[in-house]
């Protein structure tokens, strides 16, 4: 027995119910995409947080157990303190987006800061330096494991800035505002 196959017409889907469809579609991509990043920016954050964190610890054990002059453990005490400041910028300090040229002046941007966030880059990184320097000196005196141990802070203040700066969240701005003018694609 044959079978007979009824044709329907081709009919254009409407095109209200795509347009709904493809900004519900864009605005649910945006939004992963945002709660993707910041999962990945926490997790990262953390992860990188264990550096000056142990190495903290290790000045701890350094001032408690090693220091035999007043020296050391002034150099073990401020090492301590950078380790510390290091570890709270990683940790407290708002990751911020990347600022677009014409958005806000910067006096504003810094103006709505605090004065924690606005210097404390700034004093660790002098601490740091400080602390470089004087593994310099013990480099020229040829006590090469004190230069490390005096150096250790600001290697981590730079590797900690930098995982910092790879860790700022996503500009989704140009994106949410492409967003509408693709319907359809």
């Known amino acids: 027995m044959p079978s007979t196959r009824l044709r329907q017409t081709f009919r254009y889907p409407s095109s209200d119910s795509d347009t709904d469809l493809d900004e519900e579609h864009q605005e649910n991509l945006i939004a992963s995409l945002q709660a993707a990043d910041a999962q990945q920016n926490t997790l990262y954050r953390n992860a990188f947080l264990t550096i000056p964190l142990t190495g903290a610890l290790f000045f701890l054990y350094t001032l408690v157990l090693h220091t035999s002059t007043r020296q ?21 300090m708002p990751l911020q987006a990347p600022v677009r040229k014409g958005k806000t002046a910067l006096y504003k941007l810094d103006a709505a800061k605090g004065p924690v966030e606005r210097y404390m880059v700034y004093l660790n990184a002098g601490l740091a330096a400080l602390l470089l320097l004087a593994a310099g000196v013990s480099w020229r005196k040829h006590q090469a494991a004190d230069g490390w141990r005096e150096a250790l802070p600001g290697i981590i203040l730079i590797m900690t800035l930098f995982a910092r700066q790879q860790l700022a969240p996503l500009d989704l701005e140009e994106l949410q505002k492409a967003k509408y003018d693709y319907k359809g694609a």
């Open 72 to 92: 050391q453990g002034l150099l073990a005490i401020l090492g301590l303190s950078s380790l510390v400041c290091t570890a709270y910028i990683l940790h407290f």
